[in-house]
T-cell receptor, first 115, second 116 residues
Framework: AQKITQTQPGMFVQEKEAVTLDCTYDTSDPSYGLFWYKQPSSGEMIFLIYQGSYDQQNATEGRYSLNFQKARKSANLVISASQLGDSAMYFCAMSPSGGSYIPTFGRGTSLIVHP | ETGVTQTPRHLVMGMTNKKSLKCEQHLGHNAMYWYKQSAKKPLELMFVYSLEERVENNSVPSRFSPECPNSSHLFLHLHTLQPEDSALYLC???????????????FGSGTQLSVL
């Protein structure tokens, strides 16, 4: 069984500052993928970034980077230079490889960016 | 057109009504999903279809009935719902469900359902 834990129900950050959203996971699968999704108030979940368990380098996508620490089973999302439009819910998710690839989601973190 | 379209955006129904939620994807994907998102709960997977066959049914009550007539369309038929079924229902699609762990999901905007 897989489990995703997001311990921060809410986070606040000043515009233009960087913020880290925490995610830890638990799995017995040797190969898996880690994802972050953003859900603005409109409701649609938007894919942000992906990290494979065997990837040697941390994933980056524009202002988003994933701080992957495999031994600690953590996959924190770092948003640099926060913008007001970054205010949203953020969900961490994990998919095993093999037959059951369907992702498990965390409870999410609400991020508010202050001007 | 957006990738995944859900209708209606909002739905209010009584406990004795029958209604359907619709999802359509224009991405050429082979897998489609229904998720339930309630306040203060993790995202709950309800059903998964891959190549129009149901591959996952997560112990969902029978008052929810999915239908996938083709790889582009997914329905969720609702009947005799309970107030605790009020939630945001999200549809998603992905490429093909080949067992790859990098299978990212593309979501619709959801249907906000209220059961009175």
């Amino acid at each position: 069984a897989q489990k995703i834990t997001q311990t921060q129900p809410g986070m606040f950050v000043q515009e233009k500052e960087a913020v880290t959203l925490d995610c830890t996971y638990d799995t017995s699968d040797p190969s898996y993928g880690l994802f972050w999704y953003k859900q603005p108030s409109s409701g649609e979940m938007i894919f942000l970034i992906y990290q494979g368990s065997y990837d040697q380098q941390n994933a980056t996508e524009g202002r988003y980077s994933l701080n992957f620490q495999k031994a600690r089973k953590s996959a924190n999302l770092v948003i640099s230079a926060s913008q007001l439009g970054d205010s949203a819910m953020y969900f961490c998710a994990m998919s095993p490889s093999g037959g059951s690839y369907i992702p498990t989601f965390g409870r999410g973190t609400s991020l508010i960016v202050h001007p | 057109e957006t990738g995944v379209t859900q209708t209606p955006r909002h739905l209010v129904m009584g406990m004795t009504n029958k209604k359907s939620l619709k999802c359509e994807q224009h991405l050429g994907h082979n897998a489609m999903y229904w998720y339930k998102q309630s306040a203060k709960k993790p995202l709950e997977l309800m059903f998964v279809y891959s190549l129009e066959e149901r591959v996952e049914n997560n112990s969902v009550p029978s008052r929810f009935s999915p239908e996938c007539p083709n790889s582009s369309h997914l329905f969720l038929h609702l009947h005799t719902l309970q107030p605790e079924d009020s939630a945001l229902y999200l549809c998603a699609s992905s490429h093909g469900g080949q067992g790859a762990s990098n299978e990212k999901l593309f979501f619709g905007s959801g249907t906000q359902l209220s059961v009175l």
